[in-house]
């Protein structure tokens, strides 16, 4: 298996600007996480799915993000309009939770700069 | 509620000496826990897993951990370090007597820096 893939791998962008950052999670894998790391606050779950519905988006820091999975093999994190401060590195991960062990395997993360 | 907790920022051995990179833990239940090493410029990998069982887990790249109940601990152990070895570790719990979904916490990480 390929792994979790994320594009772009690096996204450098400037202020006001809509950023899309996409994931394919591992084939089978029935959940799927977005998170986002930054120096000052580590490593932050965003929003999470089960079966491609969003079971928890308490971590998504404001309205300007939203994430959707139209299937089970593809999603999106969406910032519009971007800011500054939006700058970290965005990770998705999946996994296979009916194996009852609930292990994530981690994408190698889109870095995002906003100017 | 769960939480787990990393006590120290920064870990730093000397190459072939024993490392421990410490952590612990807050559940109702009995915990799942797991750790993760984040080389730079990656993704976190995982790393080992206790569910149940052997209090002693052995995983990737000659790592252990151990499980104590009592202490409510999950130490990262590995006998003899390797340079290689420099990079950030996550400790992460879940509950699944709290929760049924898949979430689980991070904790903060340690950098942990093995000199030559």
């Not at chain 1, 999470?48 to 593809?74: H, L, Q």
């Not at chain 2, 797991?34 to 995983?59: A, S």
């Not at chain 2, 590995?78 to 719990?93: E, I, N, Q, R």
Request: aromatic fraction near 12%; hydrophobic fraction near 35%.
């Amino acid at each position: 298996d390929a792994g979790v893939i994320q594009s772009p791998r690096h996204e450098v962008t400037e202020m006001g600007q809509e950023v899309t950052l996409r994931c394919k999670p591992i084939s089978g894998h029935d959940y799927l996480f977005w998170y986002r790391q930054t120096m000052m606050r580590g490593l932050e779950l965003l929003i999470y799915f089960n079966n491609n519905v969003p079971i928890d988006d308490s971590g998504m820091p404001e309205d300007r993000f939203s994430a959707k999975m139209p299937n089970a093999s593809f999603s999106t994190l969406k910032i519009q309009p971007s800011e500054p401060r939006d700058s970290a590195v965005y990770f998705c991960a999946s996994s296979f939770a009916t194996s009852g062990t609930d292990t994530q395997y981690f994408g190698p993360g889109t870095r995002l700069t906003v100017l | 509620a769960q939480s787990v907790a990393q006590p120290e920022d920064q870990v730093n051995v000397a190459e072939g000496n024993p490392l421990t990179v410490k952590c612990t833990y807050s559940v109702s239940g009995n915990p799942y826990l797991f750790w993760y090493v984040q080389y730079p410029n990656r993704g976190l990998q995982f790393l080992l897993k206790y569910i149940t069982g052997d209090n002693l887990v052995k995983g990737s790249y000659g790592f252990e951990a151990e499980f104590n109940k009592s202490q409510t601990s999950f130490h990262l152990k590995k006998p003899s370090a390797l340079v290689s070895d420099s990079a950030l570790y996550f400790c992460a719990v879940r509950d699944p007597g709290y929760s049924s979904a898949s979430k689980i916490i991070f904790g903060s990480g340690t950098r942990l820096s093995i000199r030559p």
